[in-house]
């Protein structure tokens, strides 16, 4: 059975930096196309990185220039490093590889 584990989430003040993490298993994520979406409160989930199988990758116009997906094919991991983040960035985000999704990570940004 696929697995995706999630971790990196939390609280931290605007301007600040998360790392996600989305460890797979059953399931190689340098062959499939994976991305990271978000949802906040009363909206849609939205997608806002992707990297395809190969190494294309696609960003939300609001997070250009500050976040960055990445690929540790050895780990069989995916991060999303969130730099100068901001109170808007707020959401649960979630990974998903092919078909499967984490179980999505709580991102605050507060003062």
């Known amino acids: 059975q696929v697995q995706l584990v999630e971790s990196g989430g939390g609280l931290v003040q605007p301007g600040g930096s998360l790392r996600l993490s989305c460890a797979a298993s059953?399931?190689?994520?340098?062959?499939?196309?994976t991305a990271w979406y978000r949802q906040a409160p009363g909206k849609e989930r939205e997608l806002v990185a992707r990297i395809t199988s190969g190494g294309s990758m696609y960003y939300e116009d609001s997070v250009k220039g500050r976040f960055s997906i990445s690929r540790d094919n050895a780990k069989n991991t995916v991060y999303l490093q969130m730099n100068s983040l901001k109170p808007e960035d707020t959401a649960v985000y979630y990974c998903?590889?092919?078909?499967?999704w984490g179980q999505g990570s709580q991102v605050t940004v507060s003062s």
């Open positions: 059953r399931i190689s994520v340098s062959v499939v196309n």
């Open positions: 998903n590889v092919y078909l499967y």
